[in-house]
């Protein structure tokens, strides 16, 4: 059986950082392309960044050159490290695949919010 457990959200001023972690279990984590995904409200959920089994990654959007994903295998992780945060950026975050062979379960994600 498939987990996805992601952790790391809160409350953070404008300008402010954090870090997301996504610990997998249950799946070959090594072998999967992951990615982290964001759903605002009343808006879809979209791509924000991903990282290859061979650790190269992709970051899209509006958090280019702000936020960085990297991958312990050891640890079965993904991480999201997302700098100068904006109020734009509230939402929650979850991690899965990166979609190309279909998503597994979602989890429950983590809440990110970004307020002076």
């Known amino acids: 059986q498939v987990q996805l457990v992601e952790s790391g959200g809160g409350p953070v001023q404008p300008g402010g950082s954090l870090r997301l972690s996504c610990a997998a279990s249950?799946?070959?984590?090594?072998?999967?392309?992951m990615g982290w995904y964001r759903q605002a409200p009343g808006k879809e959920r979209e791509l924000v960044a991903v990282i290859a089994s061979s650790g190269n990654t992709i970051v899209v959007g509006s958090v280019k050159g702000r936020f960085t994903i990297s991958r312990d295998n050891t640890k079965n992780t993904v991480y999201l490290q997302m700098n100068s945060l904006k109020p734009e950026d509230t939402a929650v975050y979850h991690c899965?695949?990166?979609?190309?062979?279909?998503?597994?379960?979602w989890g429950q994600g983590t809440q990110v919010t970004v307020s002076s």
């Open positions: 249950g799946i070959i984590f090594s072998r999967f392309a």
């Open positions: 899965n695949t990166d979609g190309r062979s279909g998503f597994f379960a």
